[in-house]
């Protein structure tokens, strides 16, 4: 079975701050995992990935995660928060093609000016 | 940049009514999966369309929903006799499936349907 836990429902940061978006998972069988992001009434944009290789990766908006396989964690982090980052961030894991997502309950993200 | 297109943005509907939730996937994109987000909570997997067949479903996907493609490029969700706790964001989403496309997944934005 697989799930994904987000810690945090909401978190606020300064602008320039560092951001820090928790995610860790439970998979019986090695993960992909992904976060995604959802500004207000639109749908989910891929931020970035882990599926094999790196574990850290780079996304887009200047994000990265680090795949932990002892911690099975996957936290999102960007340097310095721009006030264009307050949104919704899901993260979500999944372990083959064509299967499902399973996503956490999300984390929404305010930048405080 | 391709997308995942959804039709309409918001449906409004009353009790017991049939609605049909259309989604354009990538063109190129061989899987297809319906999501629903009830309003402030996770996102929940419906079901999984592979082939012309589906592939997976989730206990919430039960006989009052049905996919289809019913040409070469759309894909509907129906949902034959709405019931209150039906309204919700239901997302679209297609992947390629192949390793190329690192099993992606590709949403679109969306539509939201409130039963009444």
């Known amino acids: 079975a697989q799930s994904v836990t987000q810690l945090g429902s909401h978190v606020s940061v300064s602008e320039g701050a560092l951001v820090l978006l928790r995610c860790n998972y439970s998979s019986s069988v090695p993960p992909y995992l992904f976060w995604y992001v959802q500004y207000p009434n639109q749908g989910l944009q891929l931020l970035l990935k882990?599926?094999?290789?790196?574990?850290l990766v780079k996304g887009i908006n200047g994000f990265e995660a680090e795949f932990k396989k002892s911690e099975t964690s996957f936290h999102l982090t960007k340097p310095s928060a721009h006030m264009s980052d307050a949104a919704e961030y899901f993260c979500a894991v999944s372990h083959t093609t064509g299967n499902q997502f399973y996503f956490g309950t999300g984390t929404s993200l305010t930048v405080i000016p | 940049e391709p997308e995942v297109t959804q039709t309409p943005s918001h449906q409004v509907t009353q009790m017991g009514q049939e609605v049909i939730l259309r989604c354009v996937p990538i063109?190129?994109?061989?899987?297809f999966y319906w999501y629903r987000q009830i309003l402030g909570q996770k996102v929940e997997f419906l079901v999984s369309?592979?082939?012309?067949?589906?592939?997976?479903k989730s206990e919430i996907f039960d006989d009052q929903f049905s996919v289809e493609r019913p040409d070469g490029s759309n894909f509907t969700l129906k949902i034959r006799s709405t019931k209150l706790e039906d309204s919700a964001m239901y997302f679209c989403a297609s992947s390629r499936g192949d390793r190329s496309g690192l099993y992606e997944q590709y949403f679109g934005p969306g539509t939201r349907l409130t039963v009444t």
């Open positions: 882990y599926t094999t290789g790196a574990t």
């Open positions: 063109s190129n994109h061989l899987y």
């Open positions: 369309f592979y082939n012309n067949e589906i592939s997976e």
